[in-house]
Structure formats: C-alpha cells, structure tokens
C-alpha cells in the first residue's frame, strides 16, 4: 500500500549510492547476499534476546535491499538477480517472526499464524505476477523490477514498520502478529478480487 507512494521519496537517494557502488565494481547479487545475511542475523539476534540488534540489522537489511535494486538499474538487471531479490527478501521476512517464536514460548503461536499469512500472501503475490506476465500485462507503480509487483494492503514498507514496532515493544508481538496476520489475510483477498478482474477470460 505504501511501497508506490514512498518510491519517488527513495529512488533519488538509493540511485545516487547505486551509482556510486556501481562504478566501483559492487554487483546487485553481492548486495542481495549481504543483505539476507544482515537480515538473518538480526533475526538471530532477536531470538538470542538481543533486541536492539535485531533491530539495527532489520533497518541494514532493508538498506542493503533497497542499493541492490539500484545497482541493478546501472548495471543492467538480470533474471536470476530479480529471483534472487525475491526469494532473499522473503527469507528475511519470515526469519523475523521465527526469531520471535524462538525467543519465547508464548510467542510460538503467533509467530506460526503470522508465518503462515507471509506463505498466504507470498503466493497470490507471485501466483498473479506469473499470469499477469502471461498476458502481457506491466507496472511499474513500484518502480522497475524484473516481474509485475501488483498493489496490496500489506506490502514491503507495512512489514518492517510491523517488525520495528515488534522490537521497539516486544512484549506487544503476539498482539501486532495476529493484527498484521489479518491485514496480510486481507491483502489476499484483496488481489484474489483484483484477479477475478484483471484475468476474466
């Protein structure tokens, strides 16, 4: 819901670094690699009770994955990059709510509910990005990427505001994962609509 709206905001700043890493030889995958390794390890952290790593490694890991898009547009994106990026990226978001589940017992449950919306969303996500590809069909509402990124309710920014607000209150985590868990179960619902739309034969 926010990723589109915030692209004019980022594109300039993370272009410009792009640039920059780009001439000095930096590719996309090394970023995407350092990323999810950054991310992993905030997730690590999180479960090891070391919170505000955790968080400092969440906001590294977006960072990371933000350059590596734009390394990408200089240097010329690839089709391995883009399914390198998504996987990385959905990686990184699950490994989060696994850190949490591990820190406490009590935490187990929503963790799994929250999980399992990701997988939920997740798959309407790509699922309506191989048939929109089939028809032909392109946006590039949330910038240029290597596949059609369709809109939903919970989207990339929603999630790691979910994340920071989970270690800036800890005690808090089941209470935001079932919430955000919802909001993910309507975003399925929301492109399944959008599907009955846009793929009516």
């Not at 991310?39 to 590596?68: E, F, P, Q, V």
């Not at 820190?103 to 449950?109: D, G, Q, R, V």
């Not at 800036?168 to 399944?192: D, E, H, K, M, N």
Request: hydrophobic share 55%.
């Amino acid at each position: 819901m926010l990723d589109a709206k915030l692209r004019p905001l980022i594109d300039p700043p993370l272009n410009a670094i792009g640039r920059v890493l780009a001439g000095a030889g930096v590719t996309a995958n090394a970023l995407t690699c350092t990323g999810l390794a950054l991310g992993l390890a905030g997730a690590a952290s999180i479960a090891l009770g070391h919170i505000g790593w955790g968080l400092a490694l969440i906001i590294a890991n977006r960072i990371a994955d933000g350059l590596d898009g734009a390394v990408a547009r200089v240097r010329g994106p690839s089709d391995f990059g883009g399914y390198f990026d998504i996987v990385a990226d959905f990686a990184f978001y699950v490994s989060i709510p696994l850190g949490f589940g591990l820190l406490s017992t009590a935490n187990t449950l929503p963790a799994l509910v929250l999980v399992a919306s990701f997988v939920l969303t997740g798959v309407s996500f790509l699922a309506f990005a191989v048939i929109a590809a089939k028809r032909g069909a392109t946006t590039e509402a949330h910038g240029a990427k290597s596949f059609f990124y369709s809109t939903g309710l919970a989207e990339g920014t929603e999630t790691i505001i979910v994340f920071i607000a989970m270690c800036a209150v800890p005690a808090w985590f089941g209470t935001i994962a079932y919430a955000y868990a919802s909001l993910c179960v309507l975003t399925v619902i929301q492109r399944s609509a959008m599907a009955v739309a846009a793929f009516r034969d």
